[in-house]
């Protein structure tokens, strides 16, 4: 299992931005990662994937305003967020993808991101 720790959470006011990052205790380059999120009473729900090959894909919710990114030198992922929305706030983890060639790891603590209006 690969250890992951995400970090660069905090409170930011609606507009502005934040930029996470996932480091994982080996290399990651060859799983497709992702960036998810929990807000209370809510289901985790995937924010932003990345390929191994660097493709990326988002969901309408975060299109235009969310950045994934990875530096596998650093066997680190990063989440830009710009024009942040009180309904980003939640915990933010990041994990591979669960696809066959890119199993599901341990979760991490996540990092609280907080947008105030």
């Known amino acids: 299992q690969v250890q992951l720790v995400e970090s660069g959470g905090g409170l930011v006011q609606a507009g502005g931005s934040l930029r996470l990052s996932c480091t994982a205790s080996r290399t990651i380059s060859s799983y497709a990662m992702g960036w998810y999120r929990q807000a209370p009473g809510k289901r985790r729900e995937l924010v932003a994937r990345?390929?191994?090959?660097?493709?990326?894909l988002y969901p309408d919710a975060v299109k235009g305003r969310f950045a994934i990114s990875r530096d596998n030198a650093k066997n680190t992922v990063y989440l830009q967020m710009n024009s942040l929305k009180p309904e980003d706030t939640a915990v933010y983890y990041c994990?591979?993808?669960?696809?066959?060639?890119?199993?599901?790891?341990?979760w991490g603590q996540g990092t609280q991101v907080t947008v105030s209006s």
């Open positions: 994990n591979t993808d669960g696809s066959y060639y890119s199993p599901r790891q341990t």
């Open positions: 990345i390929t191994r090959d660097g493709s990326t």
